[in-house]
């Protein structure tokens, strides 16, 4: 127990010492410790946001592997890899097909919903403002006279930095995951 116990210790050692080296705290001037708490936080929604998509993109591609080569999870015989799923692999984790297709593909072969399609798009499109905006925790302008509209992260029009909003965020995709892990095994 001890040295589960240890490990546990140090893995949470290390990923206080990277929090540090990417927004380092202890700064004379609190104004330059309150800007690094902020990024923390952003960068754990980001974390969350990006996590949450590739965990349901990764089980997408188990679901697709299981149609169409025949792989069965939690199968006690190896499955062969032939050249047919070699070119699956290829396709799916080749970066040829991206997780709007892969949405698209599923909705197609009745894996998923037109409602968990439309959910997932959602999640894709916000994956993809994390992945492609430094700051997140921002109100973007539109219009001829640029005006607070929407906030950049939101989930059901509310701001995805509210923790209960995260939460429910967290509520909603862990439920289409577990649904789709169910198909997964079944």
Known sequence: ????????????????????MLHPMGDPDPNQNLYQAIARKEDAIRATVIQMALAIEDLLDGLFRKRFVGHMPLSEKRVRKGKL????????????????????LARVLRILTKKQQRRLDKLRSLRNKCAHAWLLDVIRKRGRTPRPTKRLLEHEGKNLFDLKILEDFMHEYSGIYLRLFDKYLS
Request: hydrophobic share 40%; proline share 0%; charged share 35%.
């Open 1 to 20: 127990m001890g040295s589960v116990q240890h490990r546990i210790d140090k893995l949470l050692k290390d990923v206080d010492y990277i929090h540090s």
């Open 85 to 104: 799923a070699s070119e699956l692999d290829d396709l799916l984790e080749g970066g040829r097909m991206g997780f709007e297709a892969k949405l698209k």
